[in-house]
């Protein structure tokens, strides 16, 4: 004797199916315009970068005695493109992808979902915080506190690079703060989730116009910032798309934060193969 089932069941497990298969749909297409809007930024990369060389900080253009970095004084090599000035960048940019690559690492260990590896939450807002406090400081050597420039021409000024790289410290550093105490379960709303992954793709959008100024590979530097930022924009994205889910969805929220663990991990690959 066959048994039917209720029309009410078949209706619920239908308007759940499509539902589902809405929602994933509509992921998807998200997905897809992050890529194309990287596309269209990363085929724009070269005339960021070519803007940026000619309209650089103009302090770094002036003869003033104590700047190491000005090509304009007498003897001076210029900062940007020199052997120093290429193996100090060089140094921050490997630093950070090791900070990056353990951040991936923890996020990976996340979505694993192992009890053995719950201590590793942490690692992605230590890291934050110490990259935060790294860019802050050390991020150029002639900024403020270890440069020549005071705290308003480091802060205030029209260097653009300076500016970015230390908008990177703050960021690192409010979005590590948010991370830690919400992984402490000090903050549980849901909108503390956001800053996170709109760190990420905000992070993306500002690499396609980074520039290093007056620097002869200035082209290979914008085409790898293109890289870094396109790696970023789908990495946010992915995280946003994680969160759209109920955590007890195995699937596909879990995929998705297998994605965003990735892709974080391979930009601090990215990061570590930086050269200039």
Known sequence: MRVKAHPTHRMGLSIEGRYNEMGLGNWRAGVWRMVLIGAVLWSTTPVFAQHGDEEHNPIHETTASGHASHAGSPGATAWEGSAEGIAY?????????????????????????????????????????????????????????????????????????????????????????????????????????????????????????HSHGLHPSAQKIAVHHAMMGTVALVAGSSKFLSGWFHPSSRSPHVTWEWIWGGLVFGLGILLLWYSE
């Open 89 to 209: 960048s060089e140094f921050n940019h490997h630093l950070s992808g090791v900070l990056v690559l353990l951040m991936g690492l923890a996020e990976l260990a996340q979505a694993s979902r192992l009890p053995s590896l719950g201590w590793l939450k942490l690692l992605l807002p230590l890291s934050m915080l110490i990259a935060g406090l790294f860019l802050l400081i050390w991020s150029d050597h002639e900024a403020w506190p270890i440069g020549s420039l005071s705290f308003s021409q480091t802060y205030f000024g029209e260097d653009h690079e300076i500016l970015q790289h230390k908008t990177f410290g703050v960021l690192l550093l409010v979005v590590g703060t948010v991370e830690l105490l919400r992984r402490y379960g000090r903050l549980t709303h849901f909108v503390w989730t956001v800053p996170l992954p709109l760190l990420a793709t905000v992070a993306g959008a500002m690499l396609f116009g």
